[in-house]
């Protein structure tokens, strides 16, 4: 089926605004991940999900970030007040379960310009 | 904390040579990844190590896994220009599904 789907692609923010970044992962996926990826970087973890609920944000850099996935399948990272450091690319990646050594795959990413 | 390092970061070569890039973690890990991304793009599943002794292959590219050394390896066989982008290793902790990711290989295949 579908891979995992991301929108927007692209989303450029003025200081200080909110924005809402969604992803769509795999049908039938149990887990749902958030990753930041600054520039020439590697993907850093923020936080994920088992079904609806959400069993680790130790990545999340502020309380600004925030994640929910209410209906255990489409999930969305929300950031308050942007800030220029919070400019990078956000991907998620889903799993087929948890508890084993499942492959992640990732979607397309969003990529967050904040000026 | 599982801490993940690659080198070389950035790695330049002739169509046709062989090399290797290596990935070192700081702490046991239970799985080992290899991801690539192109340019622009998102990551791209290679690999999935998950035992001492494993290795895999997928056309020119080989990865193996050395739990007693903490390292995994991913070697590129006669190497071609559509090889080129930035490979990434990931490992996991036990029990914990987030990856942690080394900051990547940028990989150029001169012609």
């Known amino acids: 089926g579908a891979g995992v789907s991301q929108s927007p692609r692209y989303k450029v923010a003025k200081r200080g605004q909110d924005v809402a970044l969604r992803c769509d992962p795999i049908s039938g996926h149990v887990s749902l991940f958030w990753y930041q990826q600054a520039l020439g970087q590697g993907p850093e973890f923020l936080t994920y999900f088992q079904n609806e609920a959400q069993l680790d944000k130790s990545g999340l850099p502020s309380d600004r970030f925030f994640a929910e996935r209410p209906e255990g399948s489409v999930s969305t990272l929300k950031i308050q007040r942007t800030q220029q450091e919070d400019s990078a690319v956000y991907l998620c990646a889903s799993s087929l379960a948890i508890g084993g050594p499942y492959e992640q795959y990732f979607g397309p990413g969003t990529r967050l310009t904040v000026t | ?111």
């Open chain 2, 1 to 111: 904390e599982l801490k993940v390092e690659q080198n070389p970061l950035f790695l330049s070569m002739q169509e046709g040579k062989n090399y290797t890039i290596y990935c070192n973690y700081s702490t046991t890990s239970d799985r080992l990844y290899w991801y690539r991304q192109d340019p622009g793009k998102s990551l791209e599943s290679l690999f999935v190590l998950l035992s001492n002794g494993a290795v895999k292959q997928e056309g020119r590219l080989m990865a193996s896994l050395d739990t007693k050394a903490r390292l995994s390896t991913l070697h590129i066989t006669a190497a071609v220009h559509d090889l080129s982008a930035t490979y990434f290793c990931a490992g996991g902790d036990f029990g914990n599904e987030k990856l942690t990711f080394g900051t990547g290989t940028r990989l150029t295949i001169i012609p």
